[in-house]
């Protein structure tokens, strides 16, 4: 009896296992077409001046526009393209697209100011991540000067001095390097000194709570007052109120994102938003 059991317990986990396997195939198949029929599309979130409000620039935050699913967010398919690999293509076909668009917005005459892009520091592995930046700039002429790279730590960055080197190399080509979802990752201070690193960008779990919880409040001021000391910029993700906008400027806070100011939008919506402004 016990025997059966085990064997049937064997062959359900072993059929599960197969249909894992088949529904991970059918994803992976389906994240590729969808690179190659361009359903990736980069919104664009506002970022703005603390004091005066003014446009800083935008990070781009990819979408996947599918004909019959909808809108699909990057968490349910960003961790599974990261762990096949395929990330490498799709944020090479991001940071392109955003290019593009905005140099068409400057040949429109908008204002629209720095370009961020996203990349986990799993992909900063070797030097092809600089070469696919490089690449990009001269496809599309835009000025690297105007870029921006978002890192977003990851659980083992093994290779730390690999990693700077290569944050060297980009700083080299004349981008910026921002520091993603800071205060939930692993880096260390020794580390953060190392790094070539000209922004913090607090994650958006130390504002949420703004004003009601105090600890959060007086945390928030203490990574203002460290990226101080590192002669680091602050920008704060996931201001929605007007109450948050307000303590974040007071405390030093020297850029701000959110909904308050802004959703990410696509391009068309972008354009207006450039217009209105301008
Ligand atoms: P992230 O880079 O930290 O981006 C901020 C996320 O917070 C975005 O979610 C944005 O829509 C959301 N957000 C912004 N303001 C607010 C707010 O006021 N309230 C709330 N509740 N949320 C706000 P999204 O677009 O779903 O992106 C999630 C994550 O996916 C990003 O986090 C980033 O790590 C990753 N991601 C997005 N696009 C790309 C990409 O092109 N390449 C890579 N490798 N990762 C990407
Ligand atoms: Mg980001
Ligand atoms: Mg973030
Ligand atoms: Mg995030």
Not at 23 to 30: G, H, N, T, V, Y
Not at 201 to 218: G, H, L
Not at 246 to 261: I, P, R, T
Request: glycine fraction near 6%; proline fraction near 3%.
């Amino acid at each position: 009896k016990a025997k059966e059991a085990g064997k049937n317990g064997y062959q359900f986990y072993n059929s599960q296992m197969t249909e894992l396997a088949f529904a991970r195939i059918e994803l992976e198949k389906s994240i590729s077409d969808a690179l190659k029929l361009k359903q990736f599309k980069p919104y664009f979130q506002v970022k703005v001046d603390a004091q005066d409000k003014s446009v800083v620039g935008f990070e781009a935050l990819i979408r996947w526009i599918h004909p019959t699913k909808g809108i699909i967010p990057p968490d349910d398919f960003i961790p599974f393209a990261e762990e096949i690999g395929i990330i490498v293509d799709i944020n090479k076909f991001m940071m392109q697209e955003s290019m593009i668009i905005f140099k068409r917005f400057k040949a429109k005459g908008l204002k629209c100011g720095m370009l961020s892009v996203n990349v986990s520091s799993e992909q900063l592995g070797d030097y092809s991540y600089v070469e696919d930046v490089e690449e990009c700039l001269k496809n599309t002429g835009f000025d690297a000067k105007d870029l921006d790279i978002e890192i977003l730590e990851g659980q083992n960055i093994e290779n730390k001095n690999r990693v700077a080197e290569i944050l060297r190399s980009l700083k080299g080509l004349g981008t910026t390097m921002s520091i993603d979802d800071f205060g939930t990752g692993y880096s260390s201070l020794t580390y953060l000194k190392k790094l070539p690193i000209d922004n913090l960008k607090i994650d958006r779990s130390f504002v949420r709570d703004i004003p009601k919880n105090k600890d959060d409040m007086s945390l928030v001021q203490t990574i203002i007052a460290l990226a101080r000391s590192l002669h680091l910029k602050v920008i704060a993700e996931g201001v929605e109120t007007k109450e948050q906008a307000e303590f974040l400027k007071k405390s030093g806070c020297n850029v701000l994102q959110g909904y308050y100011f802004s959703r990410p939008i696509p391009e068309h919506e972008c354009e207006i938003y450039l217009k209105a402004k301008s």
